[in-house]
């Protein structure tokens, strides 16, 4: 396989791959318990939060990254103050490319979660509890495995967004081969030089095996999950 | 078991305000739809606040608004079957009768094999809800209340989404539970027939107020219960022995009030039944009468009679250590001079049963 990739192509494949798995494995938790609180609790600030998870969805891409710039850059306040109390640096790192892939698949994420909770009937919750119990152990047991399937599919989605992201990627952490050159950096460097056409072929060919290999997956694992549910 | 229940409440321009006591047994919740039980039955679970009032079980408080304690619901150890069956879609029958039973502590095999021989479920353990009837996924329902080893269970109209036919198959399996667990139970019906065939206590709920409260034969037959109940529901219900299975299909029967012989009641003589007896079913004669169809015709003394606003009147006899109610027309009781005191026989036009095991009431 490295036969047919150079050594730089690779390391932009790996590297997107490495990004969009951590961005998705890492935003899951907050993606259900935010998506979780919007569908089940009014609370003040509701209208806020639901417009500030889907602000990214909005904005352009290159002011969500400047913004990312300004706030987890090294002398913004949450990056230096991570930088200075964990030794954890975003701005021109692969932790940042991952950061911003998360910020910007989080809105989709969120969506497809909140959807199915929302399809939760609370009633079923409230017989769990008649039955002994706890509110921690209703989810784990009764909501968790009924929303399964949304969570499969906002995974799928923030992982497939998290793989073509580009411009707020571009902007946070520019694109520095072997760093912070993701798979769309470097088919965009490439197609700034001559006779780069051959190079951006072969991406353009992962891109699209991996976001079918990823849509094919969810399908079976979706159908997996409606088995054994029963289709109730 | 005592239960002890004083709620205030209010959503929107509905208020209840109820207090009542109910001993061992069964007590039913007996009223309209929209009389207030559900939110009763759902202040009990402690699946709502009331704004005010006093929950306790067994000497257990667990709702006192004043004091500031309020139980929440898994805490509780009270049973509750839904309207709906509402069984968790992704689990196998057997996890769904089993899920209460971790809380509950040591889970019992025995009781376990006992609950679900009880229901008739022992084939359906490793289905899934959604392959199940209405009337199995009822059964699994009740089950998995049981069999979170409640101190008290609720039953809200577990009856009222499943056709006649259903609800014939599933009533002798609550009468076998009421029977043989002991498990005290509140249940709420606005069907008659169903309070009657089960319960040992009545209350009678109207506009969120406790209209009545009682043995189940005293509330029926109660004139002052009436219009609460609805004029087509008073009515009385007797005690009766199976005598003897009669050739051409009627079945004989002994009461205190004199036999009755009715259409085909299943069991074997000796077999305790209740039978209730509509006061729109009930015709009087003051002279006994020959050449009836009619073939059930018992003395009484009439008790008192009370009449409304209509043109009908309530009349309600003692027949043996029995009451029966009548409702006939205010004109019929003045053209037959009725008065208290006054000896009548009451003629038994038609008659629903009510099955019940030997040695109650």
Redesign the interface.
């Known amino acids: 396989m490295t036969d047919w990739l150079t050594p730089e192509e690779w390391q932009a494949v790996a590297l997107s791959l490495r990004v969009s798995l951590v961005a998705t494995l890492f935003s899951l938790p907050l993606g259900i318990f935010v998506a979780y609180a919007l569908a089940r609790w009014r609370f003040p600030g509701h209208g806020l939060l639901n417009g500030l998870v889907h602000l990214p969805l909005v904005l352009p891409p290159v002011v969500t990254g400047y913004l990312l710039l300004l706030t987890f850059g090294r002398t913004g306040w949450i990056g230096g103050f991570l930088d200075g109390w964990f030794g954890l640096v975003f701005a021109f790192r692969w932790t940042g490319a991952a950061l911003a892939a998360a910020i910007m698949a989080f809105p989709l994420m969120v969506r497809a979660i909140r959807l199915t909770i929302e399809a939760v009937d609370p009633k079923l919750e409230a017989a769990a509890s008649t039955l002994g119990a706890s509110r921690p152990w209703v989810f784990a047991t009764i909501t968790l495995p009924l929303i399964l399937p949304g969570i499969l599919a906002g995974s799928v989605l923030a992982f497939a967004k998290a793989m073509g992201e580009f411009g707020a990627t571009i902007t946070f952490v520019s694109s520095i081969p072997g760093q912070t050159q993701t798979m769309p950096s470097a088919i965009y460097a490439l197609l700034q030089v001559p006779g780069g056409e051959a190079a951006v072929g072969r991406l353009v060919v992962i891109a699209v095996v991996i976001a079918m290999g990823a849509l094919l997956l969810s399908e079976w694992i979706g159908r997996m999950v409606a088995r054994r549910v029963g289709g109730a | 078991m005592s239960l002890a229940v004083s709620l205030k409440h209010r959503f929107g321009t509905f208020r209840l305000d109820v207090d009542f006591e109910a001993p061992a047994g069964v007590t039913a919740l007996y009223g309209r739809s929209g009389s207030g039980k559900t939110t009763m039955v759902n202040a009990v ?3 709502l606040k009331p704004d005010a009032g006093i929950v306790s079980v067994d000497g257990v408080t667990l709702t006192d608004i004043n004091a500031g304690l309020f139980v ?9 079957v ?1 309207q ?1 069956p ?1 069984l ?3 689990l196998s029958v057997r996890s769904n009768l089993i ?2 039973a ?3 502590g040591l889970q019992d095999e025995r009781e376990f094999d006992r609950i679900v021989g009880l229901l008739g479920i022992g084939t359906l353990l490793d289905r ?4 199940l009837s209405g009337g199995e996924k009822s059964r699994v329902a009740l089950g ?2 049981i069999l ?1 080893k409640p101190r008290l269970l609720l039953m809200d109209e577990p009856l009222a989404a499943l056709d006649e036919a259903r609800k014939a198959e599933i009533l002798p399996y609550f009468e076998r539970l009421r029977d043989e667990t002991g498990l005290p139970i509140l249940y709420v019906s606005h069907s008659p027939a169903e309070v009657a065939r089960l319960a040992t206590t009545v209350v009678l709920v109207e506009d969120g107020r406790v209209a009545a409260i009682g043995a189940a034969a005293e509330v029926f037959s109660d004139p002052g219960a009436a219009h609460a109940l609805g004029l087509r529901e008073a009515g009385a219900v007797l005690t009766a022995r199976i005598e003897a299975q009669e050739a051409d299909g009627l079945t004989r029967l002994s009461t205190s009030a004199g036999p009755l012989l009715l259409p085909a009641v299943n069991g074997p003589p000796g077999t305790m039944v209740r039978v209730r007896l509509l006061a729109q079913d009930v015709m009087l004669a003051t002279d006994k009468p020959s050449g009836i169809s009619a073939l059930n015709v018992l003395p009484a003394r009439v008790r008192d009679i009370r009449e409304g606003e209509g043109p009908g009147a309530l009349v309600r006899l003692e027949a043996g250590d029995e009451i029966i109610l009548a409702r006939i027309t205010r004109r019929s009781a003045s053209a037959l001079d009725l008065a208290p005191g006054r000896s009548v026989h009451a003629i038994l036009k038609a008659v629903s049963i009510a099955r019940e095991s030997v040695g109650e009431i």
């Open positions: 679970a402690g699946l929440p619901p898994h805490k509780r150890r009270i049973g509750y839904f709906e509402r968790f879609p992704h899920y209460g971790r809380f509950a899934r809800p959604s392959k998995r209340a979170s």
